[in-house]
């Protein structure tokens, strides 16, 4: 199971457009909650979305909801 995250570009760019991600807790903890990513992700020239896919970590202990943070950061040829 995950979580999917659909980055979009506002417009279309003429110019290859990246920008770093990584996961922070809250109320869900990496490793037990979730499997935490980091990297950077890249939009080709006329591309306007990816979709980001967050591991979810099935346990048998019963849970409230539970929030975990996507951030992005040092945007290349665009800003966040």
Do not use: C, R
């Not at 967050?54 to 849970?63: G, K, W, Y």
């Amino acid at each position: 199971t995950s979580l999917e995250f659909d980055i979009v570009l506002s417009a279309p760019s003429t110019q290859v457009v990246s920008v770093s991600y990584n996961n922070s807790n809250a109320t869900a903890l990496n490793g037990s909650d979730y499997v935490a990513l980091a990297g950077s992700i890249v939009f080709q020239p006329g591309e306007t979305i990816h979709t980001l896919k967050i591991p979810l970590i099935d346990n048998t202990v019963v849970e409230s909801t539970e929030t975990f943070g996507l951030n992005l950061f040092s945007p290349v040829n665009a800003t966040v």
